[in-house]
């Protein structure tokens, strides 16, 4: 069976400097990694995947992640946050066999001025 | 396109009545996905369809609990009788093929059972 980590509830980050939120998954075979964000009182949003290619994969609104198979992680980046970026970030793995997403439990990210 | 349209966006109702929640995916997706989240657990997949069909209803905590899809533009989560511990926000998502970036969100009900 397909999981993801999250291995940290919130992330706190001043405006300005760079932020990253962890996520580790396990999965038989090759992985399909995707992140997602929630603002408040919305859904979730697509921000980015990897399913093959190079390793670091930019997304939206400024947004990169890091592939690295080695240590099965796929860590959201981004150089400068912003206080808009403020939100809950969901990771997810499927498998390339598979139709489902598994969604990790959810980090908040916190950006302060 | 309009998005996942769901409705209502805020229900409260009493203990023991039966709540029905409504979604209508985007037009020409063939997946339709329930989930429920809350503080405690997160975000629960409940039931998907693909093709109006169910294909996966692991997620459905108990029989008061049922989904419907009678068409490709239409689905609904009923709780009958609804109970305290329902309460949380049920997100409908729809998407093309299954695969993870056409997962759609709509912007969901929030239910509170009092």
Known sequence: AQSVAQPEDQVNVAEGNPLTVK?????????????????PNRGLQFLLK??????????????????NKSQTSFHLKKPSALVSDSALYFCAVRD???????????TRLMVKP | DAGVIQSPRHEVTEMGQE????CKPISGHDYLFWYRQTMMRGLELLIYFNNNVPIDDSGMPEDRFSAKMPNASF???KIQPS?????????CASSF???GDGYTFGSGTRLTVV
């Open chain 2, 83 to 91: 109970e305290p511990r329902d309460s949380a926000v049920y997100f």
């Open chain 1, 50 to 67: 990897y399913i093959t290619g190079d390793n670091l994969v930019k997304g939206s609104y400024g947004f990169e992640a890091e592939f």
């Open chain 2, 97 to 99: 093929d299954g695969q």
């Open chain 1, 96 to 106: 390339n066999a598979g139709n489902m997403l598994t969604f990790g439990g959810g």
């Open chain 2, 19 to 22: 709540v029905t929640l409504r």
């Open chain 1, 23 to 39: 996520c580790t998954y396990s999965v038989s075979g090759n992985p399909y990694l995707f992140w997602y964000v929630q603002y």
């Open chain 2, 75 to 77: 689905s609904t989560l």
